[in-house]
């Protein structure tokens, strides 16, 4: 069909009317015998299902494996499927994608070439290294099925917002579900970020980028971290402002973890709220290190978090050194000291 002036189609051919005519025309075949077809065929006859072959000619044919009828597992039909063969190729690792939720019999029912190699392109395309796409199916085998033309939608809203190439290939890594994802959530869960934390665009961006899977996950947890941080350990918000910019996995920790360290860092350790503020990366550390820091220092008088006061150690300096660094330059000792130590609690 030919462009109209105003924009539609024309459903009028453009066909010269000789074409036209010749297509009218009914098309027969000639009347051919049998004798005459199979001399093109270098004079051999078809053969026929029924015509009986020698013990020679029998050993000879080759029967392909069938396909299993029925499996627990994706390794029984590898042999047999050449979309499967190439995904392992790729580095899929198929024990764990049959895990996943109707994963299996997903993959058994694509085509490598018709429907694969046009998301592992536009994959690449996206940022994706080679060496990386083998672990992201694993992940997200489900992106296989997804329709092209929605997951360069969701590229191009992504790019929309000011999202750099190289900070949308670092989002889709990280967070390998990320573009199953419409639009509108994405949007929506962009707002809700940048409404409930009071950020923002540039720090709502940089907020996700860092932790991709905030657009992923459930809101839920979020929401519960953000009740706790404010009603249960007494942060303001716009010290909760600070302390999420900075550390985004409080977000997502466990509500028992995050108080348990909170109760610790402040209660026992007498760290003040707005100390916690300035040093939010402490709640990622692991409760047990903290302990057996501080109760080291408090066994050599050092336990100093006052930064007016002298010899001050700040939690940063607590929670992030190696033990050797921490032992020589924080505490004043030796690696021994503080092993001999540990043994005493």
């Given at each position: 069909p030919h462009s109209a002036k105003d924009g539609s189609f024309s459903s009028e051919s453009n066909l010269p009317s000789p074409v036209k005519q010749e297509q009218a025309k009914a098309e027969t075949l000639p009347d051919l015998n049998a004798e005459i077809l199979?001399?093109?065929?270098?004079?051999?006859?078809?053969?026929?299902?029924?015509?009986?072959?020698?013990?020679?000619?029998?050993?000879?044919?080759?029967?392909?494996?069938?396909?299993p009828l029925q499996s627990s597992t994706l390794r029984d039909y590898v042999d047999h499927s050449e979309t499967l063969a190439k995904l392992v190729h790729l580095g899929v690792d198929l024990s764990q994608v049959e895990k996943r939720q109707k994963a299996g019999q997903l993959l058994l029912t694509l085509d490598f070439e018709k429907d694969i190699r046009k998301i592992l392109l536009f994959?690449?395309?996206?940022?994706?290294?080679?060496?990386?796409?083998?672990?992201?199916?694993?992940?997200?085998?489900?992106?296989?099925?997804e329709d092209l033309e929605a997951l360069e939608t969701r590229v191009a809203y992504l790019k929309s917002k000011k999202f750099g190439k190289a900070e949308i290939a670092q989002m889709v890594s990280r967070a390998p579900y990320l573009l199953l994802f419409s639009v509108?959530?994405?949007?929506?869960?962009?707002?809700?970020?940048k409404n409930e934390l009071g950020l923002s665009?540039?720090?709502?961006?940089?907020?996700?980028?860092?932790?991709?899977?905030?657009?992923?996950?459930?809101?839920?947890?979020?929401?519960?971290?953000?009740?706790?941080?404010?009603?249960e350990l007494g942060f303001q918000p716009n010290e909760i402002q600070q302390i999420v910019y900075r550390t985004p996995k409080i977000l997502t920790a466990s509500k028992k973890k995050l108080k348990q360290t909170f109760d610790y860092l402040h209660n026992i350790m007498g760290i003040p709220h707005h100390m916690l503020t300035r040093f939010p990366q402490v709640f990622n550390s692991k409760l047990l290190r903290i302990k057996e820091r501080h109760m080291f220092l408090m066994f050599l008088g050092r336990a100093q978090y006052d930064p007016a006061q002298p010899s001050y150690i700040s939690l940063d300096q607590l929670v992030s050194l190696p033990d050797e660094v921490f032992c020589t330059e924080i505490a004043k000792a030796s690696m021994q000291d503080f092993e001999k130590f540990l043994k005493t609690l």
């Open positions: 199979y001399e093109d065929w270098d004079d051999i006859p078809p053969s026929s299902a029924l015509e009986e072959i020698s013990e020679e000619e029998a050993v000879q044919i080759i029967a392909e494996p069938l396909l994959l690449k395309d996206v940022g994706v290294e080679d060496n990386q796409l083998g672990s992201f199916l694993t992940k997200n085998p489900y992106i296989l099925a509108e959530r994405l949007d929506n869960r962009l707002g809700f970020f665009v540039k720090k709502t961006k940089d907020l996700v980028i860092r932790l991709p899977r905030l657009l992923t996950g459930k809101l839920e947890p979020v929401k519960e971290n953000l009740q706790v941080c404010q009603i």
